[in-house]
């Protein structure tokens, strides 16, 4: 009985000694490049890069990813036609060094197709827009090159000798200009050269753009209880899963990707971004957005993997009288005090020369913009203190003392005759009665509470 045991632990051995050795030689046959098929054009890159000790890391990251298992090398996304604008001989192979959606839709056409339908693509419409002028003119030059236009997107400049302008070069802006006429960056959530899914749909990876006073998702998602679980349960998320279904790849939480991209059971995934917001909650005044009944239903279908019906249905009647309050009590009538004051010629035809302009450009770039991303998102503090608190504030002592000296004093007046605005005029005890209904309403939960014990 002893002996068998003694020979079944044996071979046991063996074959686990076997196994690993099988193991170790494909981990090293699997880093190199040599087992993968390459174009003559491809090889003779990498031959002489390793050769002149250049880009080595680059190489090594490549030849860890899908590409490299594929046979996409260098030459394959860096190819140009001789007559590109950004084109140049190196080493006897035509070749540009700005890879574009153009470029990546050879292979991935419904993603190319998707991306340049989406507002991310959009990205560099921002050139002029009031966001721009601020860091490009009032700011200076350098303000928008390395700050506004390296999440937006330059237009990308090529010089009379073929070198690219520095002023738009280096950029991997989701909207970039590309001189094929195509635009934005995959690189911009998808890192070079390993193109790794896991990195793409990392939360960090949107806060690159998507964090900061005007646009704080980031902040706002990790606050969320999406976001807290997501921090403790990262090792079951399964990032780099091929397909990353939600219900079936994981289970634990959702991120960026798996709610405005990403597939489920019951839903395609996508890149564009939009496909699933139902409301503008970035511009002046909210409204829906075009197609916004069935965009509300595709987000929906993404919610309903982890919550009841009666629940999601509800947190969007939360979101839309969120909106609305900011809206109709803010938003508003900042806009048409704005409006009125520029149709009697009080403001100069150019923009934040005056006070009010920025003030009013805080109202719903910043404040207004954190109330109703917050809401959209479950981040309260970004809903309270750093939204209604913060654009209630300057709204009532900034904003409207200002315009009655530019002259509304009779529409502000007016406004603060209105029952929503009227706390204003002074203390009144009815004022505080729907503060006190609900005092009163806890205490007697809590005593119930107490009883029941």
Same mark, same amino acid.
């Given at each position: 009985m002893i002996k068998s045991k003694f020979k079944y632990n044996t071979k046991t051995i063996w074959l686990i000694v076997g196994v690993s050795i099988i193991a170790i030689f494909n981990i090293l046959y699997f880093t190199k490049t040599d087992h993968i098929y390459l174009s003559?054009?491809?090889?003779?890159?990498?031959?002489?890069?390793?050769?002149?000790?250049? %880009?080595?890391?680059?190489?090594? +990251?490549?030849?860890? =990813?899908? #590409? !490299?298992?594929? @046979?996409?090398?260098?030459?394959?996304?860096?190819?140009?036609?001789?007559?590109?604008?950004?084109?140049?001989?190196?080493?006897?192979?035509?070749?540009?060094?700005?890879?574009?959606?153009?470029?990546?839709?050879?292979? %991935?056409?419904?993603?190319?197709? +998707?991306?340049?339908? =989406?507002? #991310? !693509?959009?990205? @560099?419409?921002?050139?002029?827009?009031?966001?721009?002028?601020?860091?490009?003119?009032?700011?200076?030059?350098?303000?928008?090159?390395?700050?506004?236009?390296?999440?937006?997107?330059?237009?990308?400049?090529?010089?009379?000798?073929?070198?690219?302008?520095?002023?738009?070069?280096?950029?991997?802006?989701?909207?970039?200009?590309?001189?094929?006429?195509?635009k934005g960056s995959c690189s911009a959530c998808h890192s070079k050269h390993n193109f790794s899914m896991a990195v793409a749909r990392n939360p960090r990876s949107c806060a690159k753009c998507h964090i900061g006073p005007d646009h704080p998702q980031i902040e706002i998602y990790e606050e969320s209880i999406h976001g807290r679980i997501f921090m403790s349960k990262e090792k079951d998320m399964n990032l780099d899963n091929p397909e990353w279904i939600l219900g079936k790849d994981y289970t634990a939480a959702p991120n960026c990707v798996t709610c405005?991209?990403?597939?489920?059971?019951?839903?395609?995934?996508?890149?564009?971004?939009?496909?699933?917001?139902?409301?503008?909650?970035?511009?002046?005044?909210?409204?829906?957005?075009?197609?916004?009944?069935?965009?509300?239903?595709n987000m929906k279908m993404i919610c309903r993997n982890c919550h009841g019906t009666e629940w999601f249905n509800n947190f969007y009647k939360q979101l839309d009288s969120t909106v609305d309050l900011y809206n109709n009590q803010y938003a508003g009538p900042a806009t048409e005090i704005m409006n009125r004051?520029?149709?009697k010629g009080v403001l100069t035809p150019q923009p934040l020369d005056e006070e009010i302009e920025w003030i009013y450009f805080e109202l719903w770039h910043h404040e207004g913009r954190r109330v109703r991303h917050g809401a959209a998102m479950m981040g309260p503090d970004y809903v309270q203190w750093h939204g209604f608190y913060e654009l209630a504030h300057n709204f009532y002592f900034k904003f409207l003392p200002l315009a009655k000296e530019l002259g509304e004093t009779e529409y502000v007046e007016n406004l603060l005759n209105e029952p929503e605005h009227a706390w204003i005029k002074g203390y009144k005890p009815e004022n505080l009665k729907l503060q006190e209904a609900a005092f009163e309403k806890w205490q007697k939960l809590k005593q119930q509470q107490v009883n029941r014990k």
């Amino acid at each position: 009985m002893i002996k068998s045991k003694f020979k079944y632990n044996t071979k046991t051995i063996w074959l686990i000694v076997g196994v690993s050795i099988i193991a170790i030689f494909n981990i090293l046959y699997f880093t190199k490049t040599d087992h993968i098929y390459l174009s003559k054009e491809t090889k003779q890159c990498i031959d002489c890069h390793k050769k002149e000790n250049i %880009h080595t890391s680059q190489i090594v +990251e490549w030849s860890k =990813s899908e #590409h !490299a298992l594929k @046979g996409v090398g260098c030459f394959e996304c860096h190819t140009a036609m001789k007559e590109d604008s950004d084109a140049w001989n190196h080493e006897g192979i035509v070749i540009s060094k700005i890879v574009s959606p153009k470029d990546c839709s050879k292979c %991935h056409i419904k993603e190319f197709k +998707e991306f340049d339908s =989406s507002h #991310h !693509a959009k990205g @560099g419409e921002i050139l002029g827009s009031i966001d721009n002028y601020i860091g490009e003119v009032v700011e200076g030059p350098g303000a928008s090159i390395q700050g506004c236009q390296s999440c937006h997107g330059s237009i990308i400049k090529i010089n009379k000798d073929g070198s690219i302008d520095p002023k738009t070069w280096p950029n991997i802006g989701i909207g970039r200009l590309n001189p094929d006429g195509s635009k934005g960056s995959c690189s911009a959530c998808h890192s070079k050269h390993n193109f790794s899914m896991a990195v793409a749909r990392n939360p960090r990876s949107c806060a690159k753009c998507h964090i900061g006073p005007d646009h704080p998702q980031i902040e706002i998602y990790e606050e969320s209880i999406h976001g807290r679980i997501f921090m403790s349960k990262e090792k079951d998320m399964n990032l780099d899963n091929p397909e990353w279904i939600l219900g079936k790849d994981y289970t634990a939480a959702p991120n960026c990707v798996t709610c405005h991209m990403g597939g489920s059971k019951n839903l395609l995934k996508t890149h564009d971004i939009g496909n699933r917001l139902s409301l503008d909650l970035r511009s002046v005044l909210s409204k829906p957005t075009d197609n916004s009944d069935a965009k509300r239903e595709n987000m929906k279908m993404i919610c309903r993997n982890c919550h009841g019906t009666e629940w999601f249905n509800n947190f969007y009647k939360q979101l839309d009288s969120t909106v609305d309050l900011y809206n109709n009590q803010y938003a508003g009538p900042a806009t048409e005090i704005m409006n009125r004051l520029r149709a009697k010629g009080v403001l100069t035809p150019q923009p934040l020369d005056e006070e009010i302009e920025w003030i009013y450009f805080e109202l719903w770039h910043h404040e207004g913009r954190r109330v109703r991303h917050g809401a959209a998102m479950m981040g309260p503090d970004y809903v309270q203190w750093h939204g209604f608190y913060e654009l209630a504030h300057n709204f009532y002592f900034k904003f409207l003392p200002l315009a009655k000296e530019l002259g509304e004093t009779e529409y502000v007046e007016n406004l603060l005759n209105e029952p929503e605005h009227a706390w204003i005029k002074g203390y009144k005890p009815e004022n505080l009665k729907l503060q006190e209904a609900a005092f009163e309403k806890w205490q007697k939960l809590k005593q119930q509470q107490v009883n029941r014990k």
